[in-house]
């Protein structure tokens, strides 16, 4: 039985895709992980449809949770045209959601071809990007895009241009082999661009 929504820490999560575009160092999924401490099978049978997913959460009681947080074993942007349906339908339906939050790399308008930065008003009210590093060497050699340097970029116009648009906008770091002056330096970076840092902490293999 795939998992397509999961409960965490208080808030529930929910998982629409294995997709990425990066290969992050620190990542589960490069020793054959098909779960995490949040879930024991992340590993999608396949990519549920937007109907699926819906009916998936229209079972849940969404006053329980502190968060809606669209984040599992992939980057859930690459669903986000569904990710809009299901959070549009659920209020349509008279669901009342927790604060929608999204984790991600920030690549998502170059995932989707567009800047889909305007849709998020309205829909997030909190996005978490991956920084992973205060410059871009750094970040593309623990990120690893699959698009390279181009990835630093784009995470960072990302970054800029949500901030107009959704209310809280959090950067993070994995403290894993981070100086003081590293953390210094990627908070000096998220703040430049309307964002906060979170420093996570690395969770071993």
């Known amino acids: 039985m795939m998992t397509i929504s999961y409960e965490y820490e208080g808030s529930l999560y929910v998982n629409l895709t294995n997709k990425c575009d990066c290969a992050c160092v620190f990542c589960l999924r490069h020793n054959g992980h098909k779960g995490s401490i949040y ?3 992340l590993w999608l049978e396949h990519e549920p449809s937007r109907e699926e997913a819906l009916e998936d959460l229209l079972k849940r009681d969404m ?7 669209f984040c599992g074993f992939g980057e ?4 986000w045209d569904d990710d809009a349906w299901l959070i549009d339908t659920l209020k349509e339906r008279g ?5 929608v939050r999204f984790n991600t790399n920030g690549h998502a308008n170059r995932i989707l071809g567009r800047d889909i930065t305007p849709e998020l008003q309205g829909r997030v009210d909190i996005i978490s990007i991956s920084l992973n590093g205060a410059d871009e060497a750094e970040y593309t050699a623990v990120t690893q895009p699959s698009t390279g340097a181009l990835g630093w970029a784009d995470m960072l116009d990302f970054t800029r241009k949500s901030a107009q648009y959704v209310p809280s906008v959090v950067m993070t770091i994995v403290d894993k082999d981070k100086t003081p002056e590293d953390i210094d330096r990627a908070r000096a970076l998220a703040e430049s661009l309307g964002a906060t840092l979170r420093v996570r902490e690395y969770i071993p293999d």
């Open 76 to 79: 859930p942007m690459f669903r």
């Open 63 to 69: 006053s329980q949770y502190k968060n809606l947080v």
């Open 39 to 41: 879930a024991d099978d």
């Open 95 to 99: 669901v009342k959601l927790p604060p």
